[in-house]
């Protein structure tokens, strides 16, 4: 982990790797098709946002790729997503394997009702760490890498329950990057949160885009302007547009992109 | 121009003011007749057998005298039938409740079992005790013994449990087991460390209060067969049991009125046992409870 990110932050951005592949994926609820044939190509260490329109499948992409979307019954999928090489849509790719390596912090903060130290250190503590110094520094290095370290260091042992909205979110966050993911996936992460708190996760995720790949869907068109250097306009299952953030809200090249951006609709 | 008549609702604000207040009163009525009916047989019960209630009565084995009988040997066997009771149902019932909630796809089958099981909280307690007679007594030979009654005991009070549990399973947010999910937990480890911490004070108060029932029971274990009158204590699960219930049975079948005040005597025992059961059952709620 340590090497990879290290050896990320030298080489030149014509020369990012690919993380996540998309190639013709569709997939169904029963029979309603909710995403169609979507190819993306999403590159390491960048803020990558996904908008549009409630219903447009955003959230059912960004949960296809950790598999989460798994959980909903009755979900299929044709094509592959390609992670570092390798589809994770096939049955044989262990999920609990590839959900070490992506983390996920969804739209309502969900701590676990355990204390603030128990909550970073339970990915760890699932996946074999027993050592209590280990589980210490990774609980410290999760949390100030989330930001809230010096908000939280004195009552680490307090019940998460006690934090407000935007601390917990920040906590799901710090409890993400305990199981030192390589990608970070963000479900609408702030649309739960107060402007002061969306504003701190904002600032968070400007610093953690240089050690992790962010995939981030938003509702909030000026977020993804702010926050993204790539961006994917969803409309009714399909990838309209995907390119550099600030041409597609300069220049869409697609006149539904302009409709949505400039508030037409959605 | 205005839909709403505004003195009309002002004059029909009176008969509604009334209604909402006689309404109160109703229910108030309601409750006081319950708690007076209670009230009736709590005073009976105590004003007769208050008299019988002291160490000799619990320390002693039944007799025919009624100035030597006791309660102990029913005392001794209703915690004998607890002692299996418990574990049994409790096993059983929530592994079942965490394979419906948890594991069981959500299909025609499933349903059918769960509306089933709840079905089968409403079944009589005494085709349970035929069910125990023909199966552990009979079939398996077990006997009118502590194992017989503790196991017909765990199949009548299961069904209530696995609902219970059930309910308390389903009541952990899924937005717990996503993150759970999200970190590369299995199922398993989700179930243990976020499920089942989060949902145990629900499946310990169903499961204190279904026992509780399961003290008061009498009917299938007189179809069982079970000794009303017994006079040595259990040594091991295939001796014989008398239970509190059953001994209140047998007193009040008895012709000499002192027996009568020793049922009543032997229902205060019940009754403490109960409350002290209830309680446990409210302490855990208030102390695990949650919130989400």
């Not at chain 1, 549009?52 to 296809?64: D, F, N, Q, V, W």
Request: glycine letters at 6%; a positive charge.
């Amino acid at each position: 982990m340590e090497t990879s990110t290290a050896a990320a932050k030298v080489v030149n951005p014509q020369e990012k790797k690919i993380v996540y592949k998309t190639s013709d994926l569709d997939l169904w609820y029963g029979d309603n098709q909710a995403l169609k044939k979507i190819n993306l190509d999403i590159m390491e260490n960048e803020v990558t946002a996904i908008i549009g329109p409630s219903g447009c499948g955003k959230s059912t992409y960004i949960k296809t790729l950790n598999r989460m979307i798994e959980l909903v019954p009755g979900v299929r999928t044709s094509g592959e997503i390609l992670y570092r090489g390798k589809n994770i849509l096939d049955k044989s790719y262990q999920v609990e394997e590839l959900r070490t390596k992506v983390g996920m912090v969804f739209q309502k903060p969900n701590p676990f009702p355990k204390s603030i130290y128990e909550n970073v250190a339970y990915g760890p503590k699932i996946h074999g760490i027993r050592d209590k110094k280990i589980l210490d520094q990774i609980v410290e290095k999760s949390l100030r890498g989330a930001a809230i370290w010096d908000e939280v260091k004195d009552r680490l042992n307090q019940n998460a329950y006690g934090l407000s909205g935007g601390q917990q979110q920040r906590l799901c966050i710090a409890r993400c990057l305990a199981i030192e993911p390589d990608v970070i996936l963000m479900d609408e992460p702030t649309s739960a949160l107060d402007p002061i708190s969306t504003l701190k996760v904002e600032e968070l995720v400007q610093e953690l885009k240089k050690e992790f790949s962010i995939i981030i869907v938003t509702h909030n068109m000026q977020q993804a302007a702010r926050i993204s250097k790539k961006t994917a306009f969803f409309l009714n299952g399909e990838v309209v547009e995907f390119s550099e953030t600030n041409k597609i809200f300069s220049t869409p090249a697609d006149k539904r992109t302009e409709d949505y951006i400039t508030g037409r609709f959605g | 121009m205005n839909l709403i008549n505004h003195e009309t609702v002002v004059k029909r604000m009176k008969s509604r003011l009334s209604k909402n207040s006689i309404s109160k009163w109703i229910f108030f009525a309601l409750t006081m007749f319950v708690l007076l009916i209670l009230g009736i047989l709590l005073f009976r019960i105590f004003s007769q057998g208050f008299g019988y209630l002291d160490l000799q009565f619990l320390q002693s084995l039944p007799s025919r005298k009624p100035e030597n009988a006791g309660v102990y040997a029913a005392l001794i066997g209703t915690i004998w039938l607890m002692a299996v009771v418990a574990p049994v149902s409790l096993l059983l019932g929530v592994g079942t409740a965490i394979y419906l909630e948890e594991y069981a796809k959500d299909n025609v089958i499933t349903n059918f079992i769960k509306v089933n099981i709840s079905n089968l909280a409403g079944v009589p307690s005494i085709v349970f005790g035929l069910l125990g007679l023909t199966v552990f007594v009979r079939a398996l030979a077990f006997g009118t013994s502590v194992l017989a009654a503790g196991l017909t005991m765990s199949l009548l009070v299961l069904p209530v449990i696995i609902v219970a549990a059930q309910e308390a399973i389903r009541a952990v947010p899924n937005q717990l087991r996503e993150a759970s999910f999200g970190l590369g937990a299995t199922k398993w480890q989700t179930i243990v460390r976020i499920v089942l911490p989060a949902a145990i004070p629900g499946i310990l108060t169903g499961g204190i209060l279904a026992l509780s029932r399961a003290i008061g029971e009498t009917a299938p274990l007189v179809v069982l067969g079970m000794p009303l009158f017994l006079a040595f204590l259990p040594k091991t699960l295939l001796d014989s049991i008398t239970v509190l219930p059953l001994q209140i049975y047998n007193w009040t079948g008895r012709p000499q009125v002192e027996f009568h005040a020793l049922a009543a005597a032997g229902i205060i025992v019940l009754l403490v046992m109960l409350i002290i059961m209830n309680s446990i059952a409210v302490l855990i709620r208030n102390k695990f409870q949650k919130r989400y």
